[in-house]
C-alpha cells in the first residue's frame, strides 16, 4: 500500500508538466485550457496504469508523450472520407452520391458568406428558398411546380400530411415497402395522420382493387416503387393510363414516391428505372424522390407536379420543419446545373460510375492488379469478374457487369488485412468472397488507385522492417 502510495507521489504536478511543455515547439502553441485538461487527463490515465500494476513508474516524457496521444485523437475527424471499393454506387452507410464539381463549387460559393438564399435581387425583398431550382427542376422533369426538402422520407411526409390528414389513402399490398429500415410506407402514412387502405395482394393489384376501395373519405391514390425488391411470377399493377383516369374521375391525386428518381434512362438487366419526366408526363400528380439518390446530388427531397397541389404544401407548417439547408440547396443547384449544360453523365459521379464500359471497368482492374503486384508480393492478386450493385433501391434486384481486383495475403489472414484497410487514415472498404479481399473498381478514381497503391507499398515496408 505505501509502496503504491510512494510511487503515486512520484508522478510530476501539472505545473512542472506545464513548464516542461512551454520549451516543447509543438505542445507551447496550444491553448493553455487544452494544454491543462490535455495534461490532466495524461496523468489519470497514468495513474491507473500504476495502480493496475502495468508500469510501476512514470516520466514526465511519459506523461507528455500519452498528451500527445490525446491531442492526436482529439483532432482527428470522425465523418471523414473513405475509398469505396465496395462497387456499390450509392452506399447509404458510405454516404451515397459523391458530388459533382459544379456542385462542389456551388457549396463552397455559398458557404463563404451570405447568399440569396431567401432575399430576391430584382426587387431587393424576401425571396423564396425554393426559387434556386424550381424552374431547373421543371425545365428538367416537366413539372408544374417543384419544392425541396430535407430527405425524400421527409418528402413523402409532407404529401401525405397535405393531402390526406384524417383521411384514407389508397396503397396496393405489393407496394407497402420498408426501406433501409427506417422508412416503412405504413409507419409514415399513420405518421402523416392519414390511414391506409391496402388494397390488391402481395403480387397482384388491379384497377377494380382501387376502384372498390375509394368512398367519401378517400384523399388520394399512393404509388411507391419497390426499391429494394422485385415481386417476380405472376404479377398485376394496373397500367399507369386508367390508374390516372380512375384517379381523376375521382378528383383524386395520384402520388408516387420514386425512391431513387432517375432524370436519365437507365436500364440494366431487364429492368428500367422509370424518369422522373416519363411519371410527370404518366399523369402523376405529385412524384417526390430522393436528391442523394440518382439524381447523384445532396441529400433531399424533391417534390414535382401539380402547382394545386404543391402550393398547398408550401402553406404547411411541417414545410418549415423539414426545410432543406443552404449547403445542400447550393448542391442540388449544381447538380441540376450539370444536367443542364448537357454532360451528366460525364460530370456527375453517379452518373459517370454507373455508365462506365465494362471495357473501362477491365482496363482499370487491369491496370490496379500490375501496379498491386510488385508491392503485394506476399499476396496472390488476380483479376476478377463481379457483379455489383447499384444500391440506394435503385434497380432491385439487378446485378451490374463490373471487374475488380481479388486478393490474398499470404503471411496475414484476409480478415487481418481487411481491418488494416480499414484502419487507415482514409479507410479503404472492400468486399470479402470467398476469403478474399475484392477491390471493385467501378467506384474508384485514379486517385483512389493510387492511394491503395500508396497504402500497399507503405505495409509492404512495415513487414520488412
Ligand atoms: C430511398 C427511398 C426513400 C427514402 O429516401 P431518403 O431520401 O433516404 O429519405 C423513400 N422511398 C423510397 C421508395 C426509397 O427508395
Request: charged share 25%; with cysteine.
Amino acid at each position: 500500500m505505501e509502496e503504491l502510495r510512494e510511487k503515486l507521489r512520484a508522478i510530476p504536478g501539472i505545473d512542472r508538466l506545464l513548464a516542461i511543455a512551454a520549451t516543447q515547439a509543438d505542445l507551447a502553441v496550444l491553448p493553455h485550457s487544452l494544454l491543462v485538461q490535455t495534461l490532466r487527463r495524461s496523468v489519470e490515465i497514468m495513474r491507473c496504469r500504476i495502480k493496475d500494476q502495468q508500469i510501476s513508474e512514470v516520466s514526465s516524457d511519459d506523461i507528455l508523450e500519452q498528451a500527445r496521444n490525446i491531442l492526436r485523437q482529439v483532432k482527428e475527424p470522425s465523418l471523414k472520407k473513405v475509398i469505396n471499393a465496395t462497387g456499390v454506387v450509392l452506399h447509404t452507410n458510405l454516404g451515397r452520391a459523391p458530388l459533382s464539381r459544379r456542385a462542389q463549387a456551388r457549396i463552397a460559393d455559398v458557404m463563404e458568406g451570405y447568399s440569396t438564399l431567401e432575399y430576391d435581387i430584382a426587387i431587393g425583398e424576401r425571396g423564396s428558398r425554393y426559387s434556386h431550382v424550381t424552374g431547373r427542376l421543371c425545365a428538367l422533369t416537366g413539372a408544374e411546380t417543384a419544392i425541396v426538402v430535407n430527405n425524400n422520407a421527409a418528402a413523402v411526409l409532407l404529401v401525405l400530411s397535405t393531402l390526406a390528414c384524417g383521411r384514407e389513402v389508397i396503397v396496393s399490398r405489393g407496394q407497402l415497402v420498408e426501406i433501409g429500415g427506417s422508412f416503412r410506407v405504413p409507419d409514415v402514412l399513420r405518421q402523416s395522420g392519414a390511414s391506409l387502405i391496402e388494397v390488391g395482394t402481395t403480387n397482384k393489384t388491379h384497377l377494380h382493387d382501387y376502384e372498390q376501395a375509394i368512398g367519401p373519405d378517400t384523399a388520394a391514390i399512393l404509388k411507391v416503387h419497390t426499391s429494394n425488391y422485385r415481386i417476380v411470377g405472376f404479377t398485376a399493377q394496373p397500367e399507369d393510363a386508367s390508374l390516372v383516369e380512375l384517379a381523376h374521375k375521382h378528383n383524386l391525386p395520384l402520388i408516387e414516391d420514386l425512391g431513387s428518381g432517375t432524370l436519365l434512362p437507365l436500364a440494366a438487366g431487364g429492368w428500367h428505372e422509370p424518369t422522373v419526366g416519363e411519371r410527370i408526363a404518366a399523369g402523376i400528380d405529385v412524384v417526390t424522390f430522393s436528391g442523394d439518390k440518382l439524381l447523384g446530388g445532396a441529400q433531399a427531397g424533391i417534390i414535382a407536379g401539380k402547382k394545386k397541389y404543391i402550393e398547398q404544401m408550401k402553406k404547411h407548417p411541417l414545410l418549415r420543419a423539414i426545410r432543406i439547408d443552404k449547403l445542400s440547396l447550393a448542391a442540388i443547384e449544381g447538380t441540376l446545373l450539370d444536367y443542364a449544360l448537357g454532360n451528366p453523365v460525364e460530370d456527375i459521379p453517379v452518373q459517370h460510375m454507373l455508365h462506365t464500359a465494362l471495357t473501362d471497368l477491365e482496363k482499370r482492374a487491369q491496370k490496379l492488379a500490375n501496379d498491386l503486384k510488385p508491392l503485394a508480393e506476399d499476396c496472390d492478386i488476380a483479376v476478377v469478374r463481379l457483379q455489383s450493385q447499384a444500391g440506394g433501391g435503385t434497380l432491385p434486384a439487378v446485378d451490374l457487369d463490373s471487374y475488380g481486383v481479388s486478393l490474398k495475403p499470404r503471411n496475414l489472414s484476409t480478415a487481418s488485412l481487411e481491418k488494416k484497410l480499414r484502419q487507415q487514415s482514409t479507410p479503404v472498404v472492400v468486399r470479402i468472397q470467398d476469403d478474399r479481399i475484392i477491390f471493385d473498381v467501378r467506384c474508384l478514381s485514379e486517385r483512389d488507385l493510387a492511394q491503395i497503391c500508396g497504402i500497399f507499398a507503405k505495409l509492404g515496408e512495415g513487414a520488412e522492417s
